[in-house]
């Protein structure tokens, strides 16, 4: 079993910078694939990033690319997502998961978290 736990989220400018934290806690969390996905109001949950349990393969979806970095460090057991170049669009709930592989796909994750809220004003 694992537990997740988001954290980072706020309301921010357009241009602005935010650092998402994912905190694993478990056994076996270090083992994990970590996928972060977002959630607009009234849209379906679509994926963000995702890196490898070793950290050594990342994933991002395309709309993200340059301005999102994900990255894990395992001696704390914490997966982080930089955000940079903030735009109104990129407004959502974003959740972080763990699964047994770096996938696009939410289904193939295991364990989610409760989410953090992100808000950037224009």
């Known amino acids: 079993q694992v537990r997740v736990v988001e954290s980072g989220g706020g309301l921010v400018q357009a241009g602005g910078s935010l650092r998402l934290s994912c905190a694993a806690s478990g056994r076996t969390a270090r083992s994990y694939a970590m996928g972060w996905f977002r959630q607009a109001p009234g849209k379906e949950r679509d994926f963000v990033a995702a890196i490898s349990y070793g950290g050594g393969s990342t994933y991002y979806a395309d709309s993200v690319k340059g301005r999102f970095t994900i990255s894990r460090d395992n001696a704390k057991n914490t997966v982080y997502l930089q955000i940079n170049s903030l735009k109104p669009e990129d407004t959502a709930v974003y959740y972080c998961?763990?699964?047994?592989?770096?996938?696009?796909?939410?289904?193939?994750?295991?364990?989610w978290g409760q989410g953090t809220q992100v808000t950037v004003s224009s």
């Open positions: 998961a763990a699964g047994r592989i770096a996938t696009m796909t939410g289904a193939q994750y295991d364990y």
